[in-house]
């Protein structure tokens, strides 16, 4: 419905009637319209915090995001409804602000679970996590251009950052 009518301009009312629910009963389901549309992005936020948690210990941090993050990027990618999402996303402003807000924990997650399985300081665990996000935006934006396949992006991303994480943390 989003895609066809736009975002903005489809009512909760208008979803809850076409999946055969009240509104009220769909604001038991997800909190807010916004949420509607990433449906599982909360669950898939947790499930990569248990995935880079269960890599073994002495995998390097950049490593150890760039296998987690990569293979979650394969499962989503291989949903149909992906790029339309992304698309839909980047166009409708309060879909980029709830989005910033799931990242803005999710990259707090994710710093956390590297302070814990490598003793990184909190500065270096923030960076990396920054970096990694950095990576998968840039690769989604070059796959949504049409220019590149979307996990060789991701790939060249990490590899060309590859260097500056080497050891797990920045040179000073």
Known sequence: MFVEHGFDETTVD???RAAGLTKR?????????????????????????EDLRAQPADQPPW????????RWA???????????????IETTQSLRARLHQKREQWRQDVADVL??????????????TN????AL???SREWLRGDE?????IDRAFEQLAPAFAAGAPKA
């Open 137 to 139: 935006d840039t690769a």
């Open 63 to 70: 490593a150890c995001l760039h296998h987690v993050l990569r």
């Open 25 to 49: 009963s769909f604001f038991r389901y997800f909190p807010s319209k916004e949420d509607a549309v990433f449906g599982g992005i909360d669950a898939l936020g947790e499930q990569v915090v």
């Open 74 to 88: 394969e499962k989503i990618h291989s949903s149909q409804r992906d790029a339309t999402s992304l698309r839909l």
């Open 149 to 153: 396949d979307r996990m060789k992006s």
């Open 115 to 128: 302070r814990e399985r490598s003793g990184l300081d909190a500065f270096t665990a923030d960076l990396l």
């Open 14 to 16: 208008e979803i809850a």
């Open 131 to 134: 970096a990694a996000t950095a």
